[in-house]
């Protein structure tokens, strides 16, 4: 099957933030080549995973594919894979595409394929605290499938990260722990100044950014007249 080919999506009213995640997961070629290969629509999330296979064999039928390809089934369903969200309405394109990927990484697990999953999304997210006493280092990991960015287009707001590249930075710069925020250290067992710091132990090979943009604020502006 070639998965070089590209095709468009149907607008099904309003479903323009659902064909743009749809569009991006799609094109995750071994998650999609993963599911097409796969027969078992049963189990946890069977329901759901089924219509996202056949939306997959769908996109990729035929040699070249012609054609926009209407997503109704998984359009209609909505609710089944967001609770929050319903057909016909605005929503977000990444909370969409996370609701995909918990129904696809469930059904991989009842198949006993996390791994196969995990090469794909499997990244790790680590919070190391250090001392500023004893330089003792507490490291907490979690489970990393999508980073969330904060990106602001204000100008008045010069400070804030006003590109992605900014964002990443932000994300990943030392917070530090003093007066009514010290942290209470393991080794020393009083609250201490520390140094607070993300980083990423293991990175996915598909990085899923979710960036939320800063604009709130609107100056009032005098019209001449």
Request: net charge positive; proline share 2%.
């Amino acid at each position: 099957m070639d998965l070089s080919v590209v095709r468009g999506l149907n607008n099904l009213g309003n479903s323009c933030f659902m064909n743009s995640a749809l569009q991006c997961l799609t094109h995750i070629k071994p998650l999609s080549r993963a599911i097409m290969q796969d027969g078992d629509g049963s189990g946890n999330g069977g329901q759901l995973y089924g219509m996202y296979r056949d939306y997959l064999k769908t996109y990729y039928k035929g040699q070249g594919g012609h054609g926009a390809v209407s997503p109704k089934q998984l359009f209609s369903n909505m609710r089944k894979i967001n609770s929050r969200m319903a057909p016909g309405r605005q929503h977000d394109a990444h909370e969409y595409a996370l609701g995909v990927l918990d129904f696809v990484e469930e059904h991989f697990k009842k198949q006993k394929r996390t791994k196969e999953f995990e090469r794909i999304f499997g990244g790790r997210l680590v919070s190391e605290v250090t001392c500023a006493s004893c330089k003792h280092v507490s490291s907490s990991y979690e489970h990393m499938v999508s980073l969330s960015l904060v990106v602001c287009v204000l100008m008045k707001d010069i400070n804030k990260a006003r590109t992605l590249e900014d964002a990443l930075k932000e994300f990943f710069t030392p917070d530090y722990l003093k007066k009514e925020n010290q942290y209470k250290c393991d080794s020393c067992k009083k609250k201490v100044d520390a140094k607070k710091q993300y980083s990423i132990a293991q990175g996915n090979n598909y990085d899923n950014l979710s960036t939320k943009m800063c604009c709130a604020t609107i100056e009032e502006i005098q019209l001449p007249g």
